[in-house]
């Protein structure tokens, strides 16, 4: 072989090494922009949860408030329907004992 050919083989070799380097670079920039929108995605995902966190502790808050009005509602309902049926047993103990005393007048209007 040649100084020549010997030369122009170390030149060649010499341009693949510098292709090579600079593929290498690429991919390193690359891998590099890959690095950065993951941790981007990352940095998304983990605001995004923790909204979703807060956005279910309102959630929750919320029908938690509900629940209690509710139950706020059931018990002053209850304590008209308990009201009511007093009532009701008053007027019908009331009714009866008008009901006993006018068959005891009609009976007395009758023997008299």
């Known amino acids: ?12 070799l010499e341009i693949e090494q510098a292709t ?6 690429n991919f390193k920039d690359l891998i590099t922009r890959f690095e950065n929108t ?3 995605v990352e940095d998304l995902i983990e605001h995004r949860r923790l909204n ?3 956005d279910l502790k309102d959630i929750y808050e919320k029908i938690s408030d509900l629940e209690e009005s509710i ?6 309902i209850n ?3 308990e ?6 047993w008053f007027v019908q103990g009331g ?13 007395w209007f009758s023997n008299s």
Not at 71 to 76: A, Y
Not at 96 to 107: H, N, Q, R, T, W
């Open 20 to 25: 090579l380097r600079e593929k290498t670079n």
């Open 83 to 88: 009201s009511l049926n007093r009532w009701r």
């Open 95 to 107: 009714m009866f004992i008008v009901g006993v005393v006018i068959a005891k007048l009609a009976d």
């Open 71 to 76: 139950k706020d509602s059931n018990k002053e």
């Open 38 to 40: 993951l941790d981007s």
């Open 52 to 54: 979703t966190n807060d």
């Open 79 to 81: 304590a008209k329907i």
């Open 1 to 12: 072989m040649s100084d020549i050919e010997t030369q122009n083989r170390l030149t060649r």
